[in-house]
């Protein structure tokens, strides 16, 4: 299974690649596999270094507040860190 998540795209440079900003982490990936305009601003799902698809910002959001949620309840303990760490839980506050 693959899980990806909403990242919001900071610049684009002259390559096609993106810096883009997941729940605080900067990275770098490829827009080479999505075949529409990508702006500065809007979110899109990463996987391996490449952005797969365009998602509208609202739904980007949801999502991202759900994966808060999660993280708050591993770091409380209410969800055991081993039903899921993303390796986001420690990096939210």
Same mark, same amino acid.
Do not use: W
């Given at each position: 299974?693959?899980?990806?998540?909403? =990242? *919001?795209?900071?610049?684009? /440079?002259?390559?096609?690649?993106?810096?883009?900003?997941?729940?605080?982490?900067? *990275?770098?990936? =490829?827009? /080479?596999?999505?075949?529409?305009?990508? *702006?500065?601003?809007?979110?899109?799902?990463?996987?391996?270094?490449?952005?797969? =698809?365009?998602?509208?910002?609202?739904?980007?959001?949801?999502?991202?507040?759900?994966?808060?949620?999660?993280?708050?309840?591993?770091?409380?303990?209410?969800?055991?860190?081993?039903?899921?760490?993303?390796?986001?839980?420690? *990096?939210?506050?």
């Amino acid at each position: 299974m693959c899980l990806s998540i909403p =990242s *919001r795209v900071v610049e684009i /440079d002259e390559n096609n690649n993106a810096t883009v900003e997941t729940l605080g982490i900067l *990275r770098k990936v =490829s827009l /080479d596999l999505i075949d529409e305009e990508v *702006r500065e601003g809007e979110y899109v799902l990463i996987h391996v270094g490449f952005a797969m =698809s365009k998602i509208d910002e609202k739904e980007a959001k949801e999502s991202l507040s759900i994966y808060e949620e999660i993280a708050n309840q591993m770091r409380d303990g209410t969800i055991d860190e081993l039903e899921g760490d993303m390796g986001f839980a420690d *990096r939210l506050n």
